[in-house]
């Protein structure tokens, strides 16, 4: 189990039903396809050392931390977007840490290492581009932007993810007869002609 069991069947909300602009912050619980789709961003934040709070650090080093009033060491921490998918719609939720490390297999050190070069390697991005399946917790918070309220979501926990895809399975193909070479008005005759 990844985390603590995100919530049981009867409290599930369809994504359609998610609060858009309310004013109250609440904990929801969906359940469906979890996937990553965007490879654009970096995959990890800095945050301080010793309060773990963001900062606008952009890589590894002492910075100054206005929360601590003091000059601290960065912390990379993994936060990504994952867009949750129901029969009803999708949301995106942002993933931190403990969370996204786990649901992917990732690290924020091995994702720091290639943060740099805004590159990741073709195995960390098959990695990132299993869907899964499951149910999540999601914190609704009141994001103000230029006048209008609108509800962004924080993935609060996540309960068993499993891969969402089987593997294909193909059945066994059948040998079929060579299809003669003839002309097209040949061919359309032979066609006519048995039926």
Not at 115 to 133: F, H, V
Request: with cysteine.
């Amino acid at each position: 189990m990844l985390t603590e069991q995100a919530t049981n069947s009867d409290q599930i909300v369809k994504i359609v039903n998610l609060p858009t602009s309310d004013h109250k912050v609440e904990y929801v619980n969906v359940q469906g396809i979890i996937e990553v789709t965007d490879f654009n961003k970096k995959f990890i934040c800095f945050t301080c050392s010793i309060c773990n709070k963001s900062t606008n650090a952009y890589g590894n080093g002492d910075f100054w931390c206005d929360y601590c009033t003091q000059k601290v060491a960065t912390l990379p921490r993994t936060k990504f977007n994952i867009q949750i998918t129901d029969e009803t719609g999708s949301v995106i939720a942002t993933v931190f840490t403990e969370k996204a490390e786990a649901l992917y297999d990732v690290t924020a050190t091995e994702l720091a290492q290639h943060a740099a070069s805004g590159n990741l390697p073709i195995a960390l991005i098959e990695k990132l581009s299993r869907p899964k399946k499951g149910c999540v917790s999601l914190k609704a918070y009141m994001y103000d932007y230029g006048g209008i309220n609108q509800c962004i979501f924080a993935v609060k926990s996540i309960s068993d993810p499993i891969d969402a895809h089987k593997p294909l399975q193909l059945e066994a193909a059948q040998p079929q007869p060579p299809i003669p070479h003839v002309g097209a008005a040949a061919w359309v005759l032979e066609q006519l002609e048995s039926l």
